[in-house]
């Protein structure tokens, strides 16, 4: 999930996790959750999420296995890098993994750490995808 992305893949987590319509997929967990470029731990954007007004294991999705965040050096958007703090409470069968990296993407001659194909071709994503794919 990228960026804007990232907050409706949550939503759409949680909405799996706890509405009743959903109740026929509730058992089903994503197995590796990949985020770049995500403003999820923004104040702001976590005041906005689902869940955000409840307590306790409902506050999360609860249907992700592995979280692998990762976050560009100068990236406006995922200006807080780090998601295993703000989200530790989260139940995941591992740990959220936080991958801070050098996005070297480039556009109209200027670099521009928050395009999406800059994360993509990044060694960090692509491993996180082969190991996913094995």
Known sequence: SHSLGA???YDVLWKFSYYG???N???KKVSVWVTIGSP???ETSKRSL??????GDRRYPGNVRRWVNVAAEDDYVS???TAADDYREMKLVEPIVDHR?????????KSNPHQGVGY??????CQTVSEWLD
């Not at 689902?50 to 307590?55: E, H, L, M, T, Y």
């Open 50 to 55: 689902k869940g955000s007004a409840v307590s």
């Open 21 to 23: 319509e959903h109740e």
């Open 40 to 42: 999820l731990s923004d």
């Open 101 to 109: 990296i050098y996005n070297l993407a480039v556009r109209n001659g």
């Open 120 to 125: 993509l071709i990044h060694p960090v994503v």
């Open 79 to 81: 200006h807080d890098q």
């Open 25 to 27: 997929i509730r058992s």
């Open 7 to 9: 907050l409706i893949t």
